[in-house]
């Protein structure tokens, strides 16, 4: 795969998509987890710690949208870095670049382990099966110790923090951990944990007895968040090839750091808010099976009423019959394999 950073004219991210999307990736967390809990009360169904870790997950989104707003229109993400005299220099545009970027990681990092919880603790709480609850408890435990090791590490990536913006980034030094190295092991060992974490739940799924289409179907729609994957493995090649660009340019990188770098955090952003969603989306099950429910009525009514009066009694629908596992009624129950009901 060819390397677009070492085509000068590559610019995919100029500022207008990262103010757009930066209003946009405000505007979908709320409604997937507003959505979320409008599905659990409808349903009747008990808010759980699964839920409630969805609001930090979505503070934190909300924040790095802020975040890519401000770089954008006050540190030149997106455009070409500002320069004294055709040299790097200490500008108000740099610095403001520095410290956004900063914060860009830290709530990237935080926001990537905790939308991670929090589809682990879905899957805690639809499973109700010793082995996969001791494989899902490990999971956890993992996830936590990832997610604070990295965190404090970006937190404290320099010494002092401010190293960060009062130096330029080739006088950093010792100063400063890792660099690009690190970044490029966060990335990958973050895809590894996702992919393990979606993979997870399907062997046990398997094992539930229910025809083989609603087995796919009950799969599938544990599946809708693996997206994030494929947007783990975008971010990671990226990082990439920007690595690889410094490595062969580093003064025309260092010249324009502003400029190479927009790719790796626009995409730190896209992680947090497309995991978000997908964490969200199985939980609205038993409410889209209820609107396609009352749909399918209103359409039986209506043909009815071409054909005349129809003297069978038609069974009311109830939300609260949905409030079964947020998958709804394909679960089924096996003598090994429990679905548990947490209404």
Same mark, same amino acid.
């Given at each position: 795969?060819? #390397?677009?950073?070492?085509?000068?004219?590559?610019?995919? !991210?100029?500022? %207008? *998509?990262?103010?757009?999307?930066?209003?946009?990736?405000?505007?979908?967390?709320?409604?997937?987890?507003?959505? @979320?809990?409008?599905?659990?009360?409808?349903?009747?169904?008990?808010?759980?710690?699964?839920?409630?870790?969805?609001?930090?997950?979505?503070?934190?989104?909300?924040?790095?949208?802020?975040?890519?707003?401000?770089?954008?229109?006050?540190?030149?993400?997106?455009?070409?870095?500002?320069?004294?005299?055709?040299?790097?220099?200490?500008?108000?545009?740099?610095?403001?670049?520095?410290?956004?970027? !900063?914060?860009?990681?830290?709530?990237?990092?935080?926001?990537?382990?905790?939308?991670?919880?929090?589809?682990?603790?879905?899957? @805690?709480?639809?499973?109700? *099966?010793?082995?996969?609850?001791?494989? #899902? #408890?490990?999971?956890?435990?993992?996830?936590?110790?990832?997610?604070?090791?990295?965190?404090?590490?970006?937190?404290?990536?320099?010494?002092?923090?401010?190293?960060?913006?009062?130096?330029?980034?080739?006088?950093?030094?010792?100063?400063?951990?890792?660099?690009?190295?690190?970044?490029?092991?966060?990335?990958?060992?973050?895809?590894?944990?996702?992919?393990?974490?979606?993979?997870?739940?399907?062997? %046990?799924?398997?094992?539930? @007895?229910?025809?083989?289409?609603?087995?796919?179907?009950?799969?599938?729609?544990?599946?809708?968040?693996?997206?994030?994957?494929?947007?783990?493995?975008? @971010?990671?090649?990226?990082?990439?090839?920007?690595?690889?660009?410094?490595?062969?340019?580093?003064?025309?990188?260092?010249?324009?750091?502003?400029?190479?770098?927009?790719? *790796?955090?626009?995409? %730190?952003?896209?992680?947090?808010? *497309?995991?978000?969603?997908?964490?969200?989306?199985?939980?609205?099950?038993?409410?889209?099976?209820?609107?396609?429910?009352?749909?399918?009525?209103?359409?039986?009514?209506?043909?009815?009423?071409?054909?005349?009066?129809?003297? &069978?009694? &038609?069974?009311?629908?109830?939300?609260?019959?949905?409030?079964?596992?947020?998958?709804?009624?394909?679960?089924?129950?096996?003598?090994?394999?429990?679905?548990?009901?947490?209404?």
């Amino acid at each position: 795969m060819v #390397n677009p950073y070492f085509d000068p004219n590559y610019n995919p !991210y100029p500022p %207008h *998509v990262l103010l757009g999307t930066g209003v946009l990736f405000i505007i979908i967390p709320i409604l997937s987890v507003g959505l @979320r809990f409008y599905t659990r009360w409808a349903s009747g169904t008990k808010v759980g710690v699964d839920d409630w870790i969805t609001i930090p997950s979505m503070i934190i989104c909300i924040l790095l949208s802020i975040t890519q707003i401000i770089a954008t229109t006050t540190g030149g993400l997106g455009g070409h870095q500002e320069l004294i005299d055709g040299q790097i220099g200490h500008t108000d545009q740099l610095t403001a670049y520095e410290k956004t970027k !900063y914060i860009y990681e830290l709530l990237g990092t935080s926001g990537l382990w905790i939308v991670k919880l929090s589809a682990l603790l879905f899957y @805690r709480r639809i499973f109700s *099966v010793g082995v996969y609850r001791t494989v #899902n #408890n490990v999971f956890i435990g993992l996830t936590i110790a990832w997610g604070i090791a990295f965190t404090f590490a970006v937190a404290f990536q320099c010494t002092p923090v401010s190293t960060l913006w009062d130096r330029l980034e080739p006088e950093f030094g010792t100063a400063c951990i890792g660099g690009p190295s690190f970044y490029l092991s966060l990335a990958i060992s973050d895809l590894i944990l996702d992919i393990s974490i979606f993979i997870v739940p399907i062997p %046990h799924i398997q094992q539930l @007895r229910m025809p083989r289409r609603q087995k796919v179907a009950v799969i599938g729609v544990f599946l809708l968040g693996s997206v994030v994957i494929a947007i783990g493995i975008t @971010r990671a090649i990226i990082f990439g090839w920007v690595v690889a660009f410094a490595t062969v340019h580093p003064l025309a990188y260092f010249s324009d750091i502003t400029w190479y770098t927009t790719g *790796v955090l626009f995409w %730190h952003l896209v992680e947090n808010v *497309v995991g978000l969603l997908g964490c969200c989306l199985p939980t609205y099950a038993p409410l889209f099976k209820s609107l396609l429910q009352k749909r399918k009525m209103t359409d039986d009514s209506t043909e009815s009423s071409h054909r005349g009066p129809d003297k &069978r009694r &038609r069974p009311s629908l109830h939300l609260e019959d949905e409030a079964a596992p947020a998958l709804g009624d394909n679960l089924s129950h096996s003598s090994s394999y429990r679905i548990s009901n947490y209404k």
